[in-house]
């Protein structure tokens, strides 16, 4: 069964600087990857995907994340964060009924 | 707001109870999800619904009984819960035909406390 796999629980990191939300996917023939972000009391939000093409892929909100193919990796990156993207990033993968599986979730944390 | 409306945002519910939980799509979805998001798990696929039919159930317990009368409203009976059903409850929707462009929508998901 596909799955995703999100190592770190939480990234704390100071404002401004540049992040990185790792994310490793199970290898099969068609991938499509998703990264989704939560505010608090908040529901889920798209930030991107991938679905085929380009590697990198561009988001809202700064964000952007790069499919590796050799690496089975697929993650997030943002090169100077604000207070407001404190949030839970989740990595998602569809299976061949297009449901979505997701991560268990990586909890950014910015501070001042 | 994302176009899946889920009513109420916050609910607390006695062990005897019996409460719903409502799901409102307009984007003209033909499939709609209901998650359940626990503090410190994953979250959890409970019921998918294509075309007004149920498709799947991932051995929920009889106590949550789903229900789609039509392709816009989805709703999520619950009786008789226990104190570790307590979670957020998010519905998404997606149109399928159309999923590797759009993928899903959620809402911003039903707080229920069970006490």
């Known amino acids: 069964a596909q799955s995703v796999t999100q190592l770190d629980s939480q990234v704390p990191v100071f404002e401004e600087a540049p992040v990185e939300l790792r994310c490793n996917y199970s290898?099969?023939?068609?991938?499509?990857l998703f990264w989704y972000v939560q505010y608090p009391n908040q529901g889920l939000q798209l930030l991107l995907k991938?679905?085929?093409?380009?590697?990198l892929v561009k988001g809202i909100n700064g964000f952007e994340a790069e499919f590796n193919k050799s690496q089975t990796s697929f993650h997030l990156r943002k090169p100077s964060v604000h207070i407001s993207d404190t949030a839970e990033y989740f990595c998602a993968t569809m299976d061949s009924s297009y449901k979505l599986i997701f991560g268990s979730g990586t909890r950014l944390l910015v501070r001042p | 707001e994302t176009g899946v409306t889920q009513t109420p945002r916050h609910l607390v519910m006695g062990m005897t109870n019996k409460k719903s939980l409502k799901c409102e799509q307009h984007l003209g979805h033909n499939a709609m999800y209901w998650y359940k998001q626990s503090a410190k798990k994953p979250l959890e696929l409970m019921f998918v619904?294509?075309?007004?039919?149920?498709?799947e159930n991932n051995s929920v317990p009889s106590r949550f009984s789903p229900e789609c009368p039509n392709s816009s409203h989805l709703f999520l009976h619950l009786h008789t819960l226990q104190p570790e059903d307590s979670a957020l409850y998010l519905c998404?929707?997606?149109?399928?035909?159309?999923?590797?462009?759009?993928?899903?929508?959620f809402g911003s998901g039903t707080r229920l406390t069970v006490v």
């Open positions: 991938y679905l085929s093409g380009s590697t």
């Open positions: 290898s099969s023939v068609s991938v499509y």
């Open positions: 998404a929707s997606s149109q399928k035909t159309g999923i590797l462009a759009y993928g899903y929508t």
């Open positions: 619904y294509s075309l007004e039919e149920r498709v």
